[in-house]
T-cell receptor
Framework: RKEVEQDPGPFNVPEGATVAFNCTYS??????FFWYRQDCRKEPKLLMS???SGNEDGRFTAQLNRASQYISLLIRDSKLSDSATYLC?????????FGSGTKLNVKP | GAGVSQSPSNKVTEKGKDVELRCDPI?????LYWYRQSLGQGLEFLIY????????KSGLPSDRFSAERTGGSVSTLTIQRTQQEDSAVYLC??????????FGSGTRLTVV
């Protein structure tokens, strides 16, 4: 079983829509959680950390559910520039485990 | 430097040749990771260095792959006798703390 699993998508949404991604992780002892964004042919970049109490950064909200072992990312009022692949990342005993990413296409 | 620097940015090599990929982490970052990413795929962990500890090589796909990190700074990933399936983007990342993880822009390796 993979450490981190994500729906690969693509999610095709119109501008202004709200979209949510989930990601599940297998190790209940996982320590830290992140969402990274990767644009086509570019390196991944940190979008936001995910805290136990949930956290928000502008249009982006991240949630952690330890009981069910998943994290989520909610994007409100989608912009064309949000089109990218969103990688779920779990940190566990000195290793970062990356999901294979969820592709988002925001259409005009 | 300001970011993680990788060189070369692109490398085309003939099957069977050896290649060396270089990573210059952010100054002071004690942790350094190598990943590879095939087209349209997720990141595959290769190797992890932390300070002076023995590296975690558990992700290296075969004994043709090796990496070293000199002086706790620059790292070199070496692939011997390259095969076509080695073609991928090789990404290096460094961090000091867990949430300071920064990637370089990668080396795109093409084996022909």
């Amino acid at each position: 079983r993979k450490e981190v699993e994500q729906d690969p998508g693509p999610f095709n949404v119109p501008e202004g829509a709200t979209v949510a991604f989930n990601c599940t992780y297998s190790n209940s002892a996982s320590q830290s959680f992140f969402w990274y964004r990767q644009d086509c042919r570019k390196e991944p970049k940190l979008l936001m950390s995910v805290y136990s109490s949930g956290n928000e950064d502008g249009r982006f909200t991240a949630q952690l559910n330890r009981a069910s072992q998943y994290i989520s990312l909610l994007i409100r009022d989608s912009k064309l520039s949000d089109s990218a692949t969103y990688l779920c990342v779990v940190y566990n005993f000195n290793k970062f485990y990356f999901g294979s990413g969820t592709k988002l296409n925001v259409k005009p | 430097g300001a970011g993680v620097s990788q060189s070369p940015s692109n490398k085309v090599t003939e099957k069977g040749k050896d290649v060396e990929l270089r990573c210059d982490p952010i100054s002071g970052h004690t942790a350094l990771y190598w990943y590879r990413q095939s087209l349209g795929q997720g990141l595959e962990f290769l190797i992890y260095f932390q300070g002076n500890s023995a590296p975690d090589k558990s992700g290296l796909p075969s004994d043709r792959f090796s990496a070293e990190r000199t002086g706790g700074s620059v790292s070199t990933l070496t692939i011997q006798r390259t095969q076509q399936e080695d073609s991928a983007v090789y990404l290096c990342a460094s961090s000091l703390f867990v949430d300071g993880y920064t990637f370089g822009s990668g080396t795109r390796l093409t084996v022909v």
